[in-house]
């Protein structure tokens, strides 16, 4: 099951910030947060990832929190090609001989810009 | 990041029959995964692909519906068995490095 609950949907004006919400209390210390959006008829995108700091990179921002219990997504100046489903994701530690970890999906944000 | 090719994008099939999606990845990776996105819905991880052994279902997915082959690195197929007009979904390929997970753009099955 998911680790992660964001809610169903957000509104933002184009070209202010975007913050989307996404708490995961039942993290684990090793898990890392990851941010994906789907725009329709799309395979997922990444966005950003982050384990305890907070991240920036060229998309957007994330902020966890000290206790790692919640993170929220800031996309600093949205524009309606950011309309789109947010998925905040913990990444499910696996132990298939060192290699990598499966993504499960929650539910996700609608986010719709609005003009 | 890896670029992954998915085929067929979309097909429409008709109830009883089966349809093969193939995931070509143009570097190698250690880890594939399977998808499914019902309409409307969220995606559902349905199996890890490991090349060189059986892949790993998730719950409620199982090994005769849905027969994964990992033959090397780059190449991975799904197979939609037996397919039921609840099989229609779109169908995405993933692959998974240390850090970063790149997935196709899908394949949408209608079944009829």
């Known amino acids: 099951d998911a680790k992660t609950t964001q809610p169903p949907s957000m509104d933002c004006a184009e070209g202010r910030a975007a913050n989307l919400p996404c708490n995961h209390s039942?993290?684990?210390?090793?898990?890392?947060v990851y941010w994906y959006r789907q725009i329709h008829s799309q395979g997922p995108q990444y966005i950003i990832h982050?384990?305890?700091n907070n991240e920036t990179n060229e998309m957007a921002s994330l902020i966890i929190t000290e206790d790692r219990k919640s993170s929220t997504l800031i996309l600093p100046h949205a524009t309606l090609r950011d309309t789109a489903v947010y998925y905040c994701?913990?990444?499910?530690?696996?132990?298939?001989?060192?290699?990598?970890?499966?993504?499960?999906f929650g539910t996700g944000t609608l986010l719709a810009v609005q003009p | 990041s890896a670029v992954i090719s998915q085929k067929p994008s979309r097909d429409i099939c008709q109830r009883g029959t089966s349809l093969t999606i193939q995931c070509q990845v143009d570097?190698?990776?250690?880890?594939m995964f399977w998808y499914r996105q019902q309409p409307g819905q969220s995606l559902t991880l349905i199996a890890t692909?490991?090349?060189?052994?059986?892949?790993?279902?998730e719950s409620g997915f199982v090994i005769d519906k849905f027969p994964i082959s990992r033959p090397n690195l780059t190449f991975s197929t799904l197979t939609v068995s037996n397919m039921s007009p609840e099989d229609s979904s779109i169908y995405l390929c993933?692959?998974?490095?240390?850090?970063?997970?790149?997935f196709g753009s899908g394949t949408r099955l209608t079944v009829v």
């Open positions: 570097s190698q990776v250690t880890m």
């Open positions: 994701i913990v990444r499910v530690e696996m132990n298939y001989g060192g290699a990598t970890n499966k993504l499960i």
């Open positions: 993933s692959v998974g490095a240390n850090y970063g997970y790149t």
């Open positions: 982050g384990l305890k």
């Open positions: 692909a490991n090349q060189g052994s059986e892949a790993t279902y």
């Open positions: 039942t993290i684990s210390g090793n898990e890392y």
